[in-house]
């Protein structure tokens, strides 16, 4: 059984004005930023005693201490879940995720996850991260569909973390929305959760993270649009928020459509669908140990097709 571990070190004067998180993921490289962030979200980084954000700005001279609690006992499970490989080698795996598919365990989702299937898949990923979600480098919604890549050592899981933080990654989206978008746009906000609703997340807010979508109108039905998004941020819900602010939410999106009356085409569209009409269609990063471009694309799903099929006719 492995023990709980307490780390201690003082902020040395040079850390004056770094954030906290960023100074702990220097002083500790043998920890993934998620895992740190982690940590610090569960109360387990103190400064001079007490939890701290991790925005907090140091000062200098604080007292930092880090307790990293044992493993949990209940991991996840390899299942012999279906699951769609668009590639794999020895480091990583990209996946195709299906809809309705959560990416790891959680609340209320213990087994089915696209985690218990890799673990049935890849047989060494237990413990890659040192949390319940092996390997994951970023995530997708459960009903967003696509491309979506997993790290099979650490070393490829911190590098890719860097290349998606460093915005070294293209993610590039298919979204079905309501009404008639400009042809191009870029919209881009600081991004935070909502102050009201806390299930969910705003670009109206005066303190925040910086969120940059890019999208292109490449079709226009009735009533609806289907356009490309590039994601240059990888905030939660970001497409789905920065759309739907800009008054043109996603089709089916219950949480942030909520309202948006449909009728005729679109309608059918949404029954067709019947989940938020987003995919990540398209993922291009360099591989961290080959240096080699990868260029990963997920066809559209039966049900997108089908949806994008009521509203042509």
Not at 86 to 109: I, Q, S, T, Y
Not at 137 to 161: M, P, Y
Not at 267 to 291: D, I, K, M, S, Y
Not at 293 to 300: R, V, Y
Request: charge should be positive; charged fraction near 25%; include cysteine.
């Amino acid at each position: 059984m492995v023990a709980p571990e307490a780390r201690e070190h003082q902020a040395p004067p040079e850390a004056r004005g770094e954030r906290l998180d960023q100074h702990l993921a220097r002083a500790h490289p043998d920890l993934t930023r998620s895992r740190l962030q982690g940590l610090i979200e569960a109360g387990h980084v103190q400064v001079d005693g007490r939890p701290a954000k991790a925005s907090l700005r140091l000062r200098g001279g604080e007292r930092l201490s880090l307790h990293i609690p044992a493993p949990v006992a209940a991991v996840p499970v390899a299942e012999a879940l279906p699951i769609d490989v668009l590639h794999e080698d020895r480091d990583l795996v990209v996946v195709n995720k299906a809809a309705g598919m959560v990416v790891h365990p959680g609340a209320g989702h213990a087994s089915g996850t696209l985690v218990n299937a890799l673990l049935h898949r890849v047989k060494d990923l237990a413990g890659v991260g040192g949390e319940l979600r092996p390997g994951i480098v970023h995530r997708l919604d459960k009903d967003t569909t696509g491309c979506l890549v997993v790290a099979k050592n650490e070393r490829t899981l911190v590098a890719l973390q860097k290349a998606f933080k460093t915005r070294a990654v293209e993610k590039t989206y298919l979204a079905l929305v309501h009404g008639h978008p400009k042809p191009e746009g870029r919209i881009e906000t600081l991004y935070g959760r909502h102050p009201v609703h806390r299930q969910k997340f705003t670009g109206k807010v005066k303190e925040g993270k910086p969120a940059i979508t890019v999208y292109r109108t490449r079709e226009l039905f009735e009533g609806a649009a289907l356009v490309e998004v590039d994601l240059l941020t990888g905030r939660t819900h970001q497409i789905r928020v920065h759309l739907a602010e800009a008054a043109h939410p996603l089709l089916c999106d219950a949480l942030y459509g909520a309202g948006r009356k449909a009728k005729g085409p679109v309608l059918e569209a949404q029954e067709a669908l019947g989940r938020q009409a987003l995919h990540a269609w398209r993922l291009a990063f360099t591989h961290p140990r080959t240096g080699k471009a990868l260029k990963l694309e997920a066809p559209l799903p039966a049900d997108f097709e089908a949806a994008i099929a009521r509203l042509r006719n």
